[in-house]
Structures are given as C-alpha cells and as structure tokens.
C-alpha cells in the first residue's frame, strides 16, 4: 500500500552527504551546514535550472523546502488571487501512479476575509508541468474543515439577504426579518448541494407560529464558486463541520519567486 512521503525525512543519501560536509568542515562552517541543510532542495530552484527538473524532483523540493521552513508556523500566500494566511501544520506528498497526491493541514485559516478553524485538503491527480511559469493541475480536490457558526453568520449578513441574523446562545441561528416583524429560531444543514432549513421557532409580532406553517424546502445550491460541491455540513455546538469538492483546478508559478519565498519566508504566489 502506498504510504504518504513526509518531507521532513531525510533519505540516507542526503544523510551520507551531510555527514561528509560536517565531517570535512570546521565546527563553525558545521553547525552552519546543520542549521541551514533545510535550504538544501531549494537551491536548484533558479529559472536556470527550472526546465530541467523531472517531476518528482521538483514536487519533493518544493514540498520538502515548504515544509521546513513554516512547518507549524504561519504562512502567507496569494492563491489563485486569493489571499490565504495559515499555520501549516501538514505537507505530505506520495506517488499515485502517473500523477501525485498531496496532503495539506492547515490550522487558524483566513482566506481572505473568512476566518476557518482547520481544513485539510487532499488533492487527487496532481501534475507538475516544469517551465517558466511552472504549471500545477490537480484532478480533484476534497476539502474537509471546520468554521465557527459566528463565522458563517458573520458572512451571511454581507450578503442581500431580507433577513438578519444573530448567532443564539443554543448555537442555533436567530433571524428577524429586515421589513416585516417575523423571527425565526433556526437550524441549517447542507447535503449535496442542498441547502435544508429547520425552523424551530417562529413568532410574528410576538405572537407564536406553529412549525407546519413555515416549513421550508430544500433549496439547491447552484452556481457554487469554481464549481464546488458541498457534500455535507454538519454543526456541533458553536462549530461547523464541512467538506467540499472542487473538479479540476489549474495554477502557475514562477520557481524564482517560490525559491525566494522560501527562503526569506515571505509569501508564496500561485496565479
């Protein structure tokens, strides 16, 4: 069974090599060499060298290089014009047949103005096109994470909605009608691209609504932004678990640059 490559390990001939220079050096240049070995795979990546690089070379300098120099700290990065600040707490990358499979942990997540607890994504499929720019294809991505119910309340308010919502001290969602005098007590949950309302209070103008009477249907979610696909969400108190797919996504990126934002510790760009 194929098993995840953790970045992080090192391979018995790079050991072999880094004992070498210790050994060959003088204790000032070792310790040196130790503290900054983690450089090592990202030092080809210059535009010289880009075209030359076979696949599996480049994705396991940049997945090793990535994760040595933010494994566990923040990480900024513009994604797809998006911009993206986060603790990396996982990269792993293994072979899957003629492409790849890559595995990303993120914790304390804002993508642009939304804050996201954790999410892990897994991309299927994954391609690396050496050039100038690099180009990167991913088959599918399956995107699992969790969102504090304030969170999403927060966005929904940003939104033209005829309604205004307040997070409730139960964890459930309280809406007031923005004209007429309506509130609702209400639970919300998506299922492939469904989006199903439970309400479990209603009052209009104070004066209580039997349930049967605002029933709401599902309703589908359609036009989801780079077609995504909502599988499930499911609350658990003040949380919000979700997972997503996304179909084939594309991006470039310029090696130069991703060399450089490793090594200072700057942001990465993928466009």
Known sequence: MAMYFDPKSWSPWRAVDLGKRLFDRSWLEQWISLGTAWMDPVADLGAGTATALLPDVLMTMLSEGILSR???????ATLLGHNLDATLQVLKV????????TKTVLSRLRWDDHRIEAVTVIAHGVRLIPGMPTKLRAAQLDIDGTVTTAAVVGWLNTQPLSWALDLHKTGLILARHRRMRMTALVDASVTDNRLGIEVRKAAWFGIRIPRRMVGIPTMP?????????????????????FRIELPEITGSFDLAQIRSAILAGSTLIVF
């Open 221 to 241: 979610l359609n036009r989801l932004p780079n077609n995504a696909r909502i599988i499930s969400t499911q609350r658990e108190d003040d949380l919000i678990r």
């Open 94 to 101: 293994r072979r899957r047949g003629a492409h790849f499979q």
């Open 70 to 76: 933010f494994g566990g700290q923040e990480v900024s």
